[in-house]
């Protein structure tokens, strides 16, 4: 990417001083001699008979107090038909700044790549023009925009990377009811398509930069006179865009995003909001019900509708006054909205007796899990990072014991299944399990990019992962975060006092989660003993080794053991037909403590399950239909007659 370095770009203002607010005043025909001497004109963003369209000296930009926009000598230049590139060009040449601009109209996407054909300038546009006019789009919006029309007079929109290289062409029709089942855009046939953003080579960082969902938006805002906008090319149906444009977006220090007034448009501001964070981001003010003059209301599902309805000033107000919270490290109580648990966004564990209990690992929160060596703690992390990617969240996970090898073959059987293992046996006669040859691909593609193993050759200290789980949130759109486990991350002054260090490194922990809203498990060691005494009971709180900040600081703690041979021999005890417990030792969102979920295990796919649906479960990569159940395992077998004996009393014999 052509990015010009912006302490550049503060350097040549400065250098132009005064002469910031003449090319100013070029750019939008304002002639007045006075007006160049007082700093101050009529708005040319909108109609007022009072200057209130003021330049600061200081700052080196205009701000009009009526409606609020701010320009620059580069977003001004940009209206006037320049590029952002050909925009920074014209004021380091009169500012005296050289800089290498060679990558300009260089074309740099992989080889592959097939570049698209643009149609002609030429074209009739009449067809185009009506069709927006309709839609209250100016003419000036379109030719900023550059927005063509193609043979059929369908709307042309041509994406340009930031070397001003045109990427991708998509097509609108411009009849007002279209056909039904007949599509609203689309790309252009046999050529490639790319992750960059519309307009993205027409904005400045030096101004607060709008992202809105579609093509038709950038049209509506740039028709009122905000011209840093951009829009993803597939809209709030994926977010590989914000990976890819990353380094881009990171210029700004203000964005607004403005997605539509439906799940998709809020999904898309709180996926915007949570990777590019939350302290920059804020939202466009454009109400859902809009009442006019006469009392009417209309229902507004974007920004064209609220242009059409409302007008541009209000659709300029928008983001000019966007919704932010004047203190960001407070909330104002009226407006918190009530707690419903069942509708709180997180991972549920694909457990149904511990969703039941827990509901969700709620993103925002800290969850500890701990659990004696061989107790099932792999198995049960598995277990989330396979049902977490199945909900539609990526996984980031640092294990600190278990090579990635290791791990992807636990994690291959768990995906796979007891349909797809095959029993083998070895040089001495032992019994083991693999991925059936024939399913591996299939759970390879499935698995792309869906989880990402921090690196074995990478230092384990604390800023490292965490500097790697930022990244990763950010360009990945991880939603949960596994680290196993606390004794294998190098912690800040840990010689000097562990357990003081151990706290920071969980307040770390509880405010990543919630800066940037995921979710994250902390695997824990439990102590070996505790008084002198070996502990040999339950868990509880007080045997997780380390500081007791730990559990006192995390939203919960969960704790696995193994169901013991002495348990599984007693008939009486409620474990004997189990094989591990899981324990809710605390859970302060639902305010369990000390809750025992027994589970069962499968050896050869590694799973925990509590009933057939558990034990057989069918991951999205295994498209197949069966028609037949597999043969029951004995522990769900016990489990109906137990179940069939507490209803219907044991059958009496002799």
């Known amino acids: 990417m052509l990015m010009v370095p912006r302490s550049l770009i503060d350097e040549a203002k400065e250098k132009l001083g005064d002469r910031n607010w003449e090319i100013i005043c070029d750019c939008y025909g ?35 107090f009526g409606c609020g926009c701010t320009v620059d000598v580069i977003a001004a230049l940009e209206e006037s038909g320049l590029t952002y590139i050909d925009a920074v060009k014209k004021i380091f040449e009169e500012a005296g700044i050289s800089y290498n601009f060679s990558e300009q109209h260089v074309k740099t996407e992989k080889r592959s790549y097939v570049y698209p054909t643009l149609p002609s300038q030429d074209n009739d546009r009449a067809k185009v023009e009506n069709y927006w006019a309709v839609r209250k789009v100016s003419k000036k919006a379109l030719d900023f925009c550059d927005i063509r029309a193609d043979e059929n007079g369908n709307s042309v929109f041509i994406t340009y990377n930031l070397q001003d290289v045109a990427t991708d062409v998509k097509y609108k029709p411009t009849e007002l009811r279209r056909e039904p089942g007949s599509p609203k855009m689309w790309h252009q046939k046999g050529a490639s398509s790319s992750e960059n953003l519309f307009n993205m080579n027409r904005v400045t960082p030096t101004m607060p930069l709008v992202i809105a969902e579609g093509e038709p938006d950038v049209l509506s805002f740039v028709t009122a006179g905000y011209t840093n906008v951009v829009s993803p090319l597939a809209g709030a149906t994926s977010y590989e865009w914000i990976k890819t444009n990353l380094e881009f977006l990171d210029q700004w220090t203000k964005i607004i995003v403005c997605g539509d007034h439906d799940e998709p448009g809020r999904k898309m501001n709180d996926n915007i909001r949570d990777r590019l964070g939350s302290w920059r981001v804020c939202v466009a003010d454009i109400p859902e019900i809009y009442t006019d003059e006469n009392g009417n209301k209309h229902h507004i599902k974007d920004a064209n509708e609220y242009l059409y309805w409302a007008g541009p000033e209000a659709l300029l107000n928008s983001v000019t006054n966007p919704k932010e919270s004047e203190i960001p490290s407070v909330v104002n109580f009226s407006e918190i909205a009530e707690l419903d648990m069942s509708q709180m966004p997180g991972v549920e564990t694909g457990f149904k007796d511990v969703d039941k209990v827990l509901t969700k690992l709620f993103f925002g929160t800290l969850t500890l899990l701990a659990g004696r060596s061989g107790a099932g703690k792999s198995s049960f992390t598995n277990a989330l990072i396979a049902n977490s990617i199945e909900q539609g969240y990526p996984v980031f996970l640092f294990s600190g014991e278990m090579l990635p090898e290791y791990t992807k073959s636990w994690l291959m059987a768990q995906l796979a299944g007891p349909r797809h293992m095959d029993a083998r046996t070895g040089k001495n006669g032992e019994i083991y399990y693999t991925v059936s040859d024939n399913v591996k691909g299939s759970i390879n593609a499935y698995m792309n990019n869906q989880l990402f193993l921090y690196r074995e050759d990478f230092p384990r200290d604390e800023d490292a992962i965490l500097a790697s789980m930022e990244d990763n949130v950010r360009k990945n759109g991880v939603k949960l975060i596994i680290l196993d486990n606390l004794m294998t991350i190098n912690l800040k002054n840990a010689t000097e006092d562990k357990l003081e260090a151990q ?26 003993r505790i008084g002198g005494e070996a502990i040999t009971s339950d868990i509880d709180l007080d045997s997780i080794a380390g500081s007791s900040d730990i559990t006192n600081l995390a939203h919960r ?31 302060r969102m639902g305010g369990h403590i000390d809750q025992d979920i027994p589970m069962h295990y499968d050896v050869g796919s590694r799973r925990f399950y509590s009933d057939y649906d558990e034990y057989d479960h069918k991951y999205p990569w295994d498209t197949t239909i069966y028609r037949k159940q597999l043969p029951l395992p ?17 059958e009496q014999t002799g």
């Open 30 to 64: 304002i002639a007045n001699d006075v007006t160049l001497k007082q700093h101050k004109s009529c708005c040319p963003k909108h109609a007022e008979n009072t200057a209130s369209f003021c330049y600061n000296d200081k700052k080196y930009y205009a701000h009009c």
């Open 503 to 528: 706290k920071q490194f969980i307040s770390r922990l509880i405010a990543f989660s919630a800066k940037w809203q995921v979710a994250v498990l902390l695997c824990c060691h439990l102590r070996k």
């Open 634 to 650: 004995q522990c769900l077998v016990r489990q109906q007659a137990s179940y069939e004996d507490d209803v219907f009393g044991k």
């Open 557 to 587: 703690t969960i704790g696995l053991r193994r169901v013991s041979k002495k348990e599984k021999q007693d008939i009486e005890s409620p474990y004997n037909n189990y094989d591990v417990v899981i324990n809710i030792a605390k859970d």
